[in-house]
């Protein structure tokens, strides 16, 4: 299987299309599998980039659209989703592309990677102490419980703060380290979209003019009335929660679309961070054509799976 992975902005969606379209051209049947957390969302559509519905149409995709906004996403859930998906595709001898940002979520679906448990009342504790008093509060209870754990996880980071505390009252010890790096899958290779930071700084910042243009605060508006600020999971991505401010009055539009970009661009290097610790990924050039680097790698790295385009 192949794995389509790099930060926002960085053209995974493109390759990954013009893979599956190229192999299937070729005799080989291919579609894709998202690992991204927020395009499980029913209407989150400009703000999270979304495949058109064009691309859609062009590639077979599995779990995109499948969740109503109120849904909390967890790791766990996708592991299991992708592999079903994953299973599901090999069976019917296609070839699965995932295509996502994330390292924990891309490691959590690849990998050998077991998740600690859970009890409902103790996250649901936890929760109602989050909205009462805020992640700043909580973070500081966790940095107080676990200095070194504290360190890994970012302040504004609800969910993980959250999880972290939780971890710590079930387990006595919280660990954000990942586990070794050993594919629970075969013939997996993993593709990451590699290109130079002021080039990626760029897309990002045009990508969100982009949205702005598009309607996101409109989108924003629409997914407010059906239950976005519901959802635990959906109404704290990028941009999504930027635009809930300026709709309540705390920022103007000019600072909901700055901040949209400083946020993705921090989010961005952090994907790039996690990402360049495996030494398994195969880079390549994301400013290269996505046709033209498809055929370079299903007649290059990729042939050895019998993908080629050359007979």
């Known amino acids: 299987m192949i794995a389509v992975i790099g930060p926002t902005a960085s053209g995974k969606t493109a390759l990954a299309i ?30 999270t980039a979304k495949p058109s519905p064009d691309e859609l149409a062009a590639v077979p995709h599995h779990l995109v659209d499948i969740w109503d906004l109120t849904r909390t996403a967890t790791v766990a859930d996708f592991q299991r989703l992708a592999r079903e998906a994953i299973a599901d595709c090999r069976a019917r001898g296609v070839v699965p592309v995932l295509v996502g940002g994330s390292s924990l979520y891309i490691r959590a679906i690849l990998d050998d990677f077991d998740f600690p448990g859970t009890d409902p009342a103790v996250r649901a504790r936890l929760e109602a102490e989050l909205e009462q008093v805020g992640s700043e509060a909580m973070y500081e209870r966790l940095r107080a419980a676990d200095p070194q754990g504290a360190a890994r996880v ?9 999880r972290a505390l939780e971890m710590i009252e079930l387990t006595g010890h919280y660990s954000s380290t990942l586990p070794a790096h050993s594919y629970a899958l075969e013939d997996v290779v993993e593709i990451g979209m590699s290109l130079e930071r002021d080039v990626l700084d760029e897309r990002i910042a045009r990508r969100v003019e982009k949205m702005w243009a598009d309607g996101f605060v409109a989108e924003v508006r629409r997914l407010e009335g059906e239950g976005l600020r519901q959802g635990r999971t959906a109404s704290r991505a990028i941009g999504y929660r930027q635009v809930l401010d300026l709709l309540d009055g705390t920022i103007d539009e000019a600072t909901a679309k700055e901040g949209t970009i400083t946020r993705t661009r921090r989010f961005a290097r952090k994907q790039l961070g996690w990402f360049r610790r495996d030494d398994r990924i195969l880079w390549v050039d994301a400013t290269r054509p996505p046709e033209a680097l498809a055929a370079e790698l299903l007649d290059g790295p990729l042939r050895r799976f019998g993908l080629s385009t050359v007979e």
């Open 18 to 47: 013009a893979l599956a379209r190229l192999m299937g051209r070729t005799g080989h049947p291919a579609e894709i599998v998202n690992a991204d957390s927020m395009l499980v969302y029913r209407g989150m559509d400009i703000g």
């Open 154 to 162: 970012e302040p504004n980071n609800a969910r993980r703060i959250v």
